[in-house]
């Protein structure tokens, strides 16, 4: 393949499927680049940083057989195909563990959305990851490298801040993203203007497209603000994140926004996130998901020990009466259904966490009003 010198030229947005060159597919994980932003491709990153874009050919076939391309569709994959992809992390109990690296011109593919680095440990029943072996970076016309954070949507205009729900869980594929879109439904259905953000994790579309469908609008992720994933950023980083997505949800309208937290509790951004208070500052209500009792009991004790009070309970632990039964008497907190949420069961809370800090603060003030007023009643006698 000669294609460090190859003028990318004709591949834009247009003629990226074209017959007329090389076909190269466009990842989600990139949905945000412009095809006329793609030049040509210059030599391979010596010490990849996430958010490098490069132009890859699959080496090998492993655990992702498709790739999910930038429209939504998912793209069977093949030996010597070509693809444009960008470095990142990847956190996932359930998969892999991987960085943004590379061996010499080579890495994995660590997500479907188009996310590449290397793998350092997987779950033991997945495969080993689909092998890459790097062309060289992707410039711009002025031979610059692309990053994704270049194409990050820009600041919002000022608006009203929407009420703020977080999912969170227990583990993965605890059905959180299930819980989050069912909530979307329930203030669809009451006439919420409902913006729906997934916060944190690595690119793939599925969860976005999930609320987008469920009646989200606008529906945005991390890559909206310039990231292929969010393990391993810094605190700084994620706030402004959230600020950027949750600022775009107010300037489109939204009063809602159902946000989801990647993983489970343990998880580095996830803690990070809901320990900070300028992140808690700033939320109106949690709902946890789990797929067990005993996980969902533990979890919202550790939310407890953050000052954390969980509005209700969801997730798959919610497709067993009994599992809710349990939950309930546990932790006294509410078990809903898909169903429920679905049909707008948290729609009308009226008091939020905001709310309920703010009576409370008011409630302690006026107490202390009076007790200093007593107090100087006292001394005059």
Not at 5 to 25: D, I, W, Y
Not at 260 to 278: K, Q, V
Request: glycine fraction near 10%; charge should be negative.
């Amino acid at each position: 393949m000669r294609l460090h010198s190859t003028n990318l030229a004709p591949m834009t947005a247009l003629n990226f499927g074209s017959a007329k060159g090389p076909h190269v597919r466009i990842p989600y994980a990139l949905r945000r680049v412009p095809g006329d932003h793609v030049a040509s491709v210059g030599m391979c990153p010596t010490n990849p940083q996430p958010g490098d874009i490069v132009l890859a050919c699959v080496e090998r076939i492993g655990k992702n057989t498709r790739l999910e391309l930038s429209n939504g569709r998912a793209s069977a994959l093949h030996e010597r195909d070509l693809l444009l992809a960008v470095f990142g992390n990847r956190y996932a109990t359930d998969q892999f563990e991987g960085y943004a690296r590379a061996e010499g011109d080579c890495c994995d593919l660590l997500s479907m959305g188009g996310v590449c680095g290397m793998v350092v440990s997987r779950h033991a029943s997945v495969p080993e990851p689909t092998r890459l072996r790097i062309v060289g970076s992707v410039v711009d016309s002025r031979g610059v490298p692309l990053r994704l954070r270049d194409f990050a949507l820009p600041r919002p205009t000022r608006a009203m801040r929407p009420r703020v729900t977080v999912v969170c869980g227990s583990a993965m594929d605890a059905g959180k993203t299930y819980t989050a879109m069912s909530l979307i439904m329930g203030l669809v259905r009451c006439e919420r203007r409902v913006a729906g953000i997934k916060l944190t994790g690595t690119a793939t579309g599925r969860d976005t497209w999930n609320f987008f469908d469920a009646g989200a609008r606008p529906a945005l992720d991390f890559v909206d603000g310039g990231f292929p994933s969010t393990y391993m950023c810094d605190p700084d980083a994620l706030l402004d994140l959230y600020h950027l997505l949750l600022g775009h949800a107010a300037a489109s309208g939204a009063v809602e926004a159902v946000l989801e937290i990647a993983d489970g509790l343990f998880e580095r951004e996830t803690a990070m996130l809901l320990r900070s208070a300028a992140f808690r500052g700033t939320i109106d209500h949690i709902v946890f998901a789990a797929s067990d009792p005993l996980g969902a009991a533990a979890g919202i004790g550790l939310l407890r020990d953050w000052g954390i009070e969980p509005m209700a309970v969801s997730g798959l632990i919610s497709m067993s009466p009994l599992a809710m039964e349990e939950v309930a008497t546990a932790t006294g907190v509410r078990c809903l259904t898909a169903s429920e949420l679905q049909n707008g069961a948290l729609a009308d809370e009226a008091l939020s966490m905001r709310a309920a800090m703010a009576s409370t603060n008011s409630a302690m003030a006026s107490t202390n009003s009076q007790v200093e007023m007593t107090a100087s009643e006292l001394s005059d006698v």
